[in-house]
């Protein structure tokens, strides 16, 4: 585990310093792990408050995370206890729309499998929209993250599939009550079991 430990570390160094998009992005690879961590948290890629604070989640989205966890931020972001990580590490820009672009492909190919070489078995893993459902899934995704969501409890216990926490998913929500009834409230004791 000591070993296994060291080369997270290397890895992750590598990662920060990762400029793979400078040619088309402003480059900041943001991850939070470690060899402990009993939680991931696997997303898609940082939004520009996260790029320029260079904190993961550190915005209202993160706030609603972590409402829908049962946890604050001192257990969020401790490390030793939960990783974040994106498909992608950097901000990957705006479209014509003013949504964030998707994460850039070459960084998952560049990172990912690697990581997970060497990152810890997770107690419990959440997976947060269609690139993260679509890579960790492995083909298991239904056809869209409406239905990958619905499908909750073909995943669990070790993995629990999320719509992303954006406002702009406030109509999903609502059109949705079984989420808050039904996932959030197994959601909470899975988050408090895979911390004791």
Request: aromatic letters at 10%; proline letters at 7%.
């Amino acid at each position: 585990m000591a070993e296994k430990g060291k080369d997270l570390e290397a890895l992750l160094a590598e990662i920060r310093a990762c400029r793979i998009c400078e040619a088309v992005l402003s480059p900041r690879p943001i991850i939070h792990a470690s060899s402990t961590a009993r939680i991931g948290i696997l997303a898609q890629a940082p939004g520009i408050r996260v790029h320029e604070t260079g904190i993961s989640f550190n915005d209202p989205s993160g706030d609603r995370l972590r409402e829908w966890m049962g946890i604050g931020r001192d257990v969020f972001y401790d490390e030793s206890k939960i990783a974040i990580i994106g498909m992608g590490f950097c901000f990957p820009g705006y479209d014509a729309h003013g949504g964030d672009l998707p994460p850039r492909k070459e960084c998952a190919v560049a990172w990912q499998d690697k990581l997970f070489a060497v990152l810890p078995k997770f107690d419990l893993t959440l997976l947060i929209g269609s690139y993260s459902f679509a890579w960790h899934l492995k083909g298991r995704a239904k056809a869209n993250v409406s239905q990958t969501v619905e499908a909750w409890r073909d995943y669990t216990p070790a993995i629990i599939p999320l719509p992303h926490p954006s406002w702009r998913n406030n109509s999903w929500l609502k059109k949705n009550p079984w989420f808050a009834a039904e996932l959030l409230p197994y959601l909470r004791r899975r988050v408090k079991k895979a911390l004791k």
